[in-house]
């Protein structure tokens, strides 16, 4: 069974830095796309970052500038280093895998609120 495990989230204060990290186990096959996407309350889940097997990466235009996103491809796992953090970042935020079979698996989520 395939898991991806999330954390790193917390309660900050505008200004302050967050790390996310996601770890794939189970028979995930080989990773093509890892990334992270939001979802805050009453608004449609959005795309934040993804980097492929390659190492390119793509950002939403609201964070470019302010997130990174890397990846791990030993240990399967991609990290997002979140800051200079706005309250309008406040989501929650889903960890994202496709495999080489373009086969998409979901984190459960990580809460991220930043305060003013």
């Known amino acids: 069974q395939v898991q991806l495990l999330e954390s790193g989230g917390g309660l900050v204060q505008a200004g302050e830095s967050l790390r996310l990290s996601c770890a794939a186990s189970?028979?995930?096959?080989?990773?093509?796309?890892m990334g992270w996407y939001r979802q805050a309350p009453g608004k449609q889940r959005e795309l934040v970052a993804t980097i492929n097997s390659g190492g390119t990466t793509n950002y939403a235009d609201s964070v470019k500038g302010r997130f990174t996103i890397s990846r791990d491809n030993a240990k399967n796992t991609v990290y997002l280093q979140m800051n200079s953090l706005r309250p309008e970042d406040t989501a929650v935020y889903y960890c994202?895998?496709?495999?080489?079979?373009?086969?998409?698996?979901w984190g459960q989520g990580t809460q991220v609120t930043v305060s003013s």
């Open positions: 994202n895998v496709v495999n080489q079979r373009w086969r998409t698996y």
């Open positions: 189970g028979p995930i096959f080989s990773i093509n796309v």
